[in-house]
């Protein structure tokens, strides 16, 4: 299993941006698919965003596209999320996610998660 920590969180005003990180550890295979998600409390845990192996182009939601951008820094095992032009509806508790066996889940179960790091808009 991969071991996850998030860290970035904030409160930032709407229009604003934030930089998120999440540091991995653990066995990490060559074949990955590394995913942020956020979750509001009292709504299902939503994907925002994927990388993975193999792929070349990240994927986003469509709430998110154009705003947030993925990135991988495979030297320093770290995955990132930038978070540009923030709205109010992106206030939530935001986790990454490394899949098991490299696949891409949304399942919770076929993940490991961290901890989640917290973005307030206000």
């Known amino acids: 299993h991969v071991q996850l920590v998030e860290s970035g969180e904030g409160l930032v005003q709407p229009g604003g941006s934030l930089k998120l990180s999440c540091v991995a550890s653990?066995?990490?295979?060559?074949?990955?698919?590394l995913s942020w998600f956020r979750q509001v409390p009292g709504k299902a845990r939503e994907w925002v965003a994927r990388v993975a192996s193999g792929v070349q182009t990240p994927r986003y939601d469509r709430s998110v596209q154009g705003r947030f951008t993925i990135s991988l820094d495979n030297t320093r095992k770290t995955l990132y999320l930038e978070m540009n032009d923030l709205t109010i509806n992106d206030t939530a508790m935001y986790y990454c996610?490394?899949?098991?066996?490299?696949?891409?889940?949304?399942?919770?179960?076929?993940?490991?998660w961290g901890q989640g790091t917290q973005v307030t808009v206000s």
């Open positions: 653990g066995y990490i295979s060559q074949q990955y698919c």
């Open positions: 996610a490394a899949g098991h066996n490299g696949g891409c889940w949304t399942d919770p179960a076929k993940n490991d």
